[in-house]
């Protein structure tokens, strides 16, 4: 069990479909990040949110849209996806401007595009 | 940019001691963590170094150079439960993390 929940936890859609992927944590952190992480490779770096704002988006296409409602909540809505979008998609919260406090990830949610 | 580098994959056997290194190159630096990856599972947090020196916990010690740009992990008394991917992760500033490709570490009985 973690600390950070991730739904769903598997999602099958396809190309042409829209859909949500959900985060949340109650710890209290103000930075929440998205990740990608494909089989056998390190997670790599989506977005950031730091105290509710987009602080980074490290050149992720426009089909993939986060949104933070408020500081527990983190969404990534996706649209008109690839097949090579296919992975896991780990959320992650950290207490923010602290810099030795470490990252919390969810367990991911596993989603194939068909 | 960014470059961390660490071996693909080491092997070793229960109850010896294993290090993995990392070095790094990163447009600023506030500290490197270390994660470890079970197949299947995500990230869990193993130690955090921010000043030059040995930080020991329990079995982990990791250890930083920030002038050389290098860190090891080091495990002792290896267990069969200790096989997985062990990331190195330097902070590039407040809120980024990068991972490096981390490496596979597999334990013989």
């Known amino acids: 069990d973690t600390e950070v929940t991730q739904t769903p936890k598997h999602l099958v859609m396809g190309m042409t479909n829209k859909k949500s992927l959900k985060c949340e944590q109650h710890?209290?952190?103000?930075?929440m990040y998205w990740y990608k992480q494909k089989a056998k490779k390190p997670p790599e770096l989506m977005f950031v949110?730091?105290?509710?704002?987009?602080?980074i988006n490290e050149s992720v296409p426009s089909r993939f849209s986060p949104e933070c409602p408020n500081s527990s909540l983190l969404n990534l809505h996706l649209h008109a996806l690839q097949p090579e979008d296919s992975a896991l998609y780990l959320c992650?919260?950290?207490?923010?401007?602290?810099?030795?406090?470490?990252?919390?990830f969810g367990d991911g949610t596993r989603l194939s595009i068909l | 940019g960014q470059n961390i580098d660490q071996p693909t994959e080491m092997t070793a056997t229960e109850g010896a001691i294993v290090q993995i290194n990392c070095t790094y190159q990163?447009?600023?630096?506030?500290?490197l963590f270390w994660y470890q990856q079970h197949a299947g599972e995500a990230p869990t947090f193993l130690s955090y170094?921010?000043?030059?020196g040995l930080e020991e916990k329990g079995r982990f010690s990791s250890f930083l150079s920030r002038s050389k740009g290098y860190s090891y992990l080091l495990l002792k008394e290896l267990q069969m439960k200790d096989s997985a991917s062990y990331l190195c992760?330097?902070?590039?500033?407040?809120?980024?993390?990068?991972f490096g490709k981390g490496t596979r570490l597999h334990i013989l009985p």
């Open positions: 992650a919260s950290s207490q923010g401007r602290s810099a030795n406090q470490p990252q919390h």
């Open positions: 710890m209290g952190h103000r930075a």
């Open positions: 949110y730091s105290y509710e704002k987009l602080s």
């Open positions: 990163t447009s600023g630096f506030n500290g």
């Open positions: 170094n921010v000043l030059d």
């Open positions: 992760a330097p902070r590039e500033r407040d809120d980024k993390i990068i």
